[in-house]
């Protein structure tokens, strides 16, 4: 077996293109998720479930919600109503 070392040219800043605007990303919709909690459930608490039935999450009432986008998290919050919705106070960015 003949292995040999790859050189790879240098760049520059002077070679470098248009970048990519904000601008043009701004629009992109993304998925984004309000957790409450977590839990570890075996297969046999889920197949129990039922209406009625609680799921015990690892989070005290009152504590900040986790705003994740594309699972990572980005902001913390507090639940508010808005008319008939629910929707979330940001109080912590996380990612900047």
Known sequence: MDVK??????????????KVEQKALGNIPVQATVELGQTEL?????????EGSIV?????????????VGGQ??????????DDYYGLRITNVVMR
């Open 5 to 18: 070392n790859v050189n790879f040219p240098e760049f520059s800043e002077e070679g470098k293109g248009e």
């Open 73 to 82: 998290l980005v902001a913390q919050g507090e639940v508010v109503a808005i």
């Open 42 to 50: 075996s297969l046999k608490d889920i197949l129990e479930l039922a």
């Open 56 to 68: 015990e999450l690892n989070r005290l009432a009152g504590e900040p919600l986790d705003l994740k």
